[in-house]
């Protein structure tokens, strides 16, 4: 029988080991327009800046970044949340292995 919901006990699970030098995904869920993705940063890995067309969420699982978000240095630690309206200019440094998790809400722009 399929459940009419998706339930993961502890999200950091989903993800592969992060290998030294890299920063892995991996999709959580795609459903009723909003994407659920996971990405696991080694310590010094970088997302360099970039926006996006839609409306975002960023919530820190694991881990310590460095977060820009419109110019401004932030600190991003396990229990960081951020909402980011489309066209945010963000970037992501890890200074420790970090697990994000990241909302796309893709019905909105």
Do not use: C
């Amino acid at each position: 029988m399929e459940l009419p919901y998706r339930y993961v006990a502890n999200l950091a699970n989903e993800l592969p080991d992060i290998p030294p030098d890299s920063i892995v995904s991996r999709s959580v869920s795609n459903e009723q327009g909003v994407t659920a993705t996971l990405f696991g940063f080694a310590t010094g890995q970088e997302m360099s800046e970039h926006t996006s067309s839609y409306p975002a969420i960023l919530h820190f699982l694991q881990g310590e970044a460095e977060l820009m978000l419109r110019g401004e240095r932030r600190l991003a630690q396990a229990g960081t949340w951020v909402f980011m309206p489309p066209h945010t200019p963000h970037s992501v440094l890890a200074k420790t292995t970090v697990v994000m998790l990241l909302l796309l809400f893709r019905g909105q722009s």
